[in-house]
């Protein structure tokens, strides 16, 4: 069955960088749109950026110039890099795998999620 798997969360000092990675197995990845979640305590799941098959990029204006998706296709992989990080972008962090190859930005368009990557950043 379908598997995304996330790593790379961890406690950092604001200003700070990580870097997430998702890998996905049992998915034709290459056809498929791929997102960056976030779910703070308390708080809604919120896209945090998205990417097409075709490499066209979103991201919430809350961490545009900051983080950056990408995806290496040979490698199954999506990333998201994320600098200058806050105090703020704690959360967990959650991929997601849409099946339509566009540029999902509901939830309700991704089908697979992974288990979630915990992203502390401390003041």
């Known amino acids: 069955q379908v598997q995304l798997v996330e790593s790379g969360g961890g406690l950092v000092q604001a200003g700070g960088s990580l870097r997430l990675s998702c890998a996905a197995s049992?998915?034709?990845?290459?056809?498929?749109?791929m997102g960056w979640f976030r779910q703070a305590p308390g708080k809604e799941r919120e896209l945090v950026a998205a990417?097409?098959?075709?490499?066209?990029?979103y991201y919430a204006d809350s961490v545009k110039g900051r983080f950056t998706i990408s995806r290496d296709n040979a490698k199954n992989t999506v990333y998201l890099q994320m600098n200058s990080l806050k105090p703020e972008d704690t959360a967990v962090y959650y991929c997601a795998a849409a099946p339509r190859g566009g540029r999902p930005v509901q939830k309700n368009e991704y089908a697979y999620w992974g288990q979630g990557t915990q992203v502390t950043v401390s003041s």
């Open positions: 049992r998915l034709p990845f290459s056809s498929y749109a």
């Open positions: 990417i097409s098959s075709g490499g066209s990029t």
